[in-house]
Structures are given as structure tokens and as C-alpha cells.
């Protein structure tokens, strides 16, 4: 590979974005040693790669569908929104890329195949719906407003999170459940308001995304009740139990979603010329999860 290709690829799988995975990982992880697992690192190693493969593949494959409709041409880019322009920079490389993707998607579903011939059919469960999610995102799910508000839930949430804890554990429990709620809430959140900047491109590229069709309102109004279900994940986790208080330490970043539904209300579609609040939407998906995970691990 070329150091073009190299560069286009590396860029295009959108790297700072790649950070919610280990912390997602590391959240299932928690909640497995919590329900008596023992910690096996090769275990974990492959979880991780096989999650982090999976996440770069759909960024890579979204990048390449992006710049061959022309959309990654039309947006205008922030650090969180609009594509990475790695393709607009390295055209040539459009190839590479596409390669890339389909060689992560590959990899993907053959460690997971590898994961559930070793720990049993019930990683089959996450583990189609992350292949489901990477083939399906920019073609199909971006089209159907509903099931792109919530995709990036599901693939956080179920997919990475919970399908870790069943990795380590072999079953569910309520602790598991609670912390895959609490990143589906905040995975939908974060892509949710990212979409807000691109969606006069996003429109006229075809796709249909929640803000597109429903509205800035009622886009906020979303954003609004995944927070306040995410605030009600965690609340319920220690009032039953599940968690120890010190968990409740996690309800503290949701200040930030908080700020970031303040310049959602007060600049709507404009939100992407002011990017304090995408970051601190973006901080929010990752602190909420790093600090649970912290609360459980140091009470196991």
C-alpha cells in the first residue's frame, strides 16, 4: 500500500471516533466481572479486535459510498460531522478504501464466527447484528429515519457492550442490561447531533435521517429523552442494586448532553459553526460509560 493509500485509509476510518469502542468493550467487560467471571486477557484481546475491526470497517465503507455519491463533496466538515476527507484529498484512493472495509468486514465476521464457535451460539445475537449494522448502514439504514436514530445504540450498545459481557460471562444479567442501555441512549445521541450539520447534504444525497424527516424539534425533543433514559439506566441500576452508588458519580457527565441540548435548541441546524457543543456531546458518550465502568470495577 502506498503511503497515500495508507494515509487515505487511516483517515478515513475516522480514528478519534474509534475511542468509544475499548471504552464500550471495557463497560462489558466490568459488568461480567461483576457476575463472577474470571479475566481472561487473550479473551479480551479478541473481543477488542474483532469490535474495533467492525467499527472501522462501517466508518471506511460509509466513507467510500459518501465520496462516490458525491455527499463527502458537499458537507461541510467539523471535527465530528461531515465525513473525514480523506477521500476528497486522495481521490485515487477511493479503491483502497473500499478494499479496506470489505477486508475489516471479512476479518469481522470471521473472528466472530471463531468467538461464537469457542463460546457458544449466543454471541451469534450481537455478533449478526454488527454485520447486519457495517453492510446495512449507508445504503439501507440511512434511509429509514427510525432505524438510523437508533443503529449506532444497537451497535454500541447490544452489539459492543452487551455482546462482550456474554462473551466473558455467558449470560445476561441486570447489570448487563442497565449498561447496554445507558450506551444505547448515548450512542443514538452522539450520532444524532452529528448529523445535524450535514443534513441539507445528507437531503440531497437521499438519505433520510431522523433530523431530515422529523424535524429539528422533534430531533430535540429525541435527544432530550435519551438523556433523561440514560440519567434513568443508571438511577435504576443503583436503586435496585445492580450497581453501587458510586455509580451514580457516571450521572455527571450527562451535564454535558445537557449543554449540548442547549445549543441544539438555540442553533438547530446551524449547531456545526459551534463545536464546543458537538464536543461535549461527543465527551459524553465516552465519560458516561468510562466512569461506570470505573464505579463497577473498583467495587468487584
Known amino acids: 500500500m502506498t503511503r497515500d493509500g495508507l494515509r487515505a485509509v ?54 467510500y459510498l459518501d465520496f462516490r455519491s458525491g455527499l463527502d463533496l458537499q458537507t461541510r466538515r467539523t471535527p465530528f460531522s461531515g465525513g473525514s476527507g480523506g477521500l476528497p484529498a486522495h481521490p485515487a484512493m477511493a479503491g483502497v478504501v473500499l478494499r479496506a472495509g470489505l477486508l475489516g468486514f471479512v476479518l469481522t465476521a470471521a473472528l466472530g464466527l471463531y ?14 447484528l454488527g454485520l447486519l449494522l457495517i453492510a446495512g448502514y449507508t ?39 442497565l449498561a447496554a442501555g445507558t450506551v444505547f441512549a448515548l450512542g443514538n445521541n452522539l450520532l444524532l ?17 431522523f433530523p ?5 424539534r422533534n430531533s430535540n425533543a429525541a435527544y432530550g ?15 435496585s442494586g445492580a450497581w453501587p452508588v458510586s455509580a451514580l458519580w457516571a450521572l455527571a457527565p450527562l451535564l454535558l448532553s445537557l449543554f449540548a441540548l442547549a445549543g441544539m435548541i438555540r442553533f438547530g441546524l ?3 459553526a459551534h463545536a464546543r457543543y458537538l464536543a461535549a456531546n461527543a465527551a459524553a458518550a465516552l465519560l458516561t460509560p468510562l466512569m461506570l465502568s470505573a464505579a463497577l470495577l473498583s467495587a468487584g
Open 193 to 209: 447531533l452529528n448529523q445535524y450539520p450535514d443534513t441539507v447534504a445528507d437531503q440531497a444525497a437521499g438519505r433520510r435521517s
Open 225 to 239: 429523552m435519551f438523556t433523561l433514559a440514560a440519567a434513568g439506566f443508571m438511577a435504576f441500576g443503583v436503586n
Open 212 to 216: 431530515i424527516v422529523h424535524g429539528v
Open 139 to 177: 445504503p439501507w439504514i440511512s434511509r429509514r429515519p427510525w432505524l438510523c436514530l437508533v443503529s449506532p445504540g444497537l451497535g454500541m450498545g447490544v452489539a459492543v457492550t452487551l455482546g462482550t459481557h456474554l462473551a466473558v460471562a455467558g449470560a445476561l444479567s441486570a447489570s448487563a442490561l
Open 270 to 272: 446551524g449547531i456545526g
Open 10 to 63: 487511516l483517515t478515513s476510518s475516522r480514528a478519534p471516533f474509534l475511542a468509544l469502542t475499548p471504552v464500550c468493550v471495557l463497560l462489558g467487560w466490568a459488568t461480567a466481572l461483576g457476575q463472577g467471571a474470571s479475566l481472561d486477557a487473550a479473551l479480551l484481546a479478541g473481543i477488542l479486535l474483532t469490535a474495533l475491526l467492525a467499527h472501522a470497517s462501517v466508518n471506511l465503507l460509509n466513507e
Open 115 to 128: 468467538l461464537v464457535t469457542r463460546l457458544g451460539v449466543v454471541l451469534l445475537i450481537p455478533g449478526l
